[in-house]
């Protein structure tokens, strides 16, 4: 994992433009946009079960086969070997935080990669349950449906926790993450 420390020392930054670099590949960003409007559709849009609805999910299960892939061939910030979260990674992160002296991570910081992986791991099971229900064998199988139903719903909490993440992050570390996803760059 790359990191930067937050604090800094010396004179206040000037006005002048920050050195930016690239951080977020074009298949991350891809990735995640495709997994954002493919959710917002499928939660708040269309019709659960119909057509449009399962097109969506088949989406996200390409979008996933692709990512994970990309996760092992990709560039650097794009691999799991770059941002494995660890046990003593996350609990250093939370200590580093409750001390208010957390570090600045170019790619994700461990608590992002468990955020992440959760989100990914919930994306497989909704698109795999999703596509259970077409099965004759689970056909109309209420259960399924109220598991696949609560995974989408899990997926929908953890996604509004992560955005609220990004922007808290955002504040402290002085840093638009959320334009980052779109532009691909990060301050040096």
Avoid at 128 to 154: Q, R, V, Y
Wanted: charge should be positive.
């Amino acid at each position: 994992m790359t990191m930067v420390s937050s604090r800094k020392e010396g004179p206040a930054p000037s006005n002048t433009a920050q050195r930016m670099i690239k951080v977020w590949d074009p298949v991350v960003r891809l990735f995640h946009w495709t997994v954002v409007v493919a959710c917002t559709l499928n939660l708040f849009v269309l019709e659960e079960g119909k057509y449009w609805h399962r097109v969506t999910g088949y989406v996200v299960a390409t979008a996933i086969l692709v990512r994970i892939i990309w996760g092992f061939i990709g560039t650097k910030h794009s691999r799991f070997v770059d941002f494995l979260p660890t046990p003593s990674k996350v609990m250093g992160h939370i200590l580093d935080i409750l001390d208010r002296n957390e570090k600045r991570y170019v790619g994700h910081n461990p608590l992002a990669s468990v955020m992440m992986l959760c989100l990914m791991a919930l994306l497989a099971a909704t698109t795999l349950t999703g596509w259970m229900t077409t099965l004759d064998a689970f056909w109309g199988e209420k259960w399924l449906e109220e598991l696949h139903g609560a995974i989408a719903n899990s997926i929908m909490v953890l996604a509004f926790v992560h955005a609220g993440a990004a922007v808290i992050e955002s504040w402290r570390h002085r840093e638009n993450l959320v334009w980052s996803m779109v532009t691909g760059r990060k301050k040096a």
